[in-house]
């Protein structure tokens, strides 16, 4: 019964990396877009 559990909770940890990736990109493109708007 155990296996299921572990098989999730480490989906949940790999989910957990893959969303502060996401949101490190996005505070990258913003900030490029700023920089990107600032020149006009």
Same mark, same amino acid.
């Given at each position: 019964?155990s /296996?299921?559990?572990?098989k $999730? /909770? *480490?989906l *949940?940890?790999k $989910?957990e !990396?893959?969303?502060k990736?996401?949101?490190?990109? !996005? %505070?990258? #493109?913003e *900030?490029i877009? %700023?920089? #990107?708007?600032? %020149?006009?």
């Amino acid at each position: 019964m155990s /296996a299921p559990f572990d098989k $999730i /909770a *480490e989906l *949940e940890d790999k $989910i957990e !990396v893959i969303e502060k990736l996401i949101s490190q990109n !996005v %505070r990258i #493109l913003e *900030e490029i877009t %700023r920089i #990107l708007t600032g %020149r006009k």
